[in-house]
């Protein structure tokens, strides 16, 4: 069960990791450059 469990953690996080990627790709997108960057060192930092 501890494997199990460690492999959904894992998995959730893969998940997150990539959602995160595909928002900001969309939001790269809709918006200007400075403000992606921006967005996405906070999303780093909160890491």
């Known amino acids: 069960m501890q ?3 460690f492999g959904m953690r894992i998995l959730d996080l893969w ?3 990539c ?3 595909i928002l900001n790709v ?3 997108k809709s918006t200007e450059r400075s403000e992606s960057i921006i967005i996405h ?3 780093v ?3």
């Open 3 to 5: 494997i199990l469990d």
């Open 15 to 17: 998940y997150s990791v």
């Open 26 to 28: 969309f939001y790269y």
């Open 19 to 21: 959602f995160i990627k």
């Open 41 to 43: 060192y906070s999303l």
């Open 45 to 47: 930092i909160s890491w």
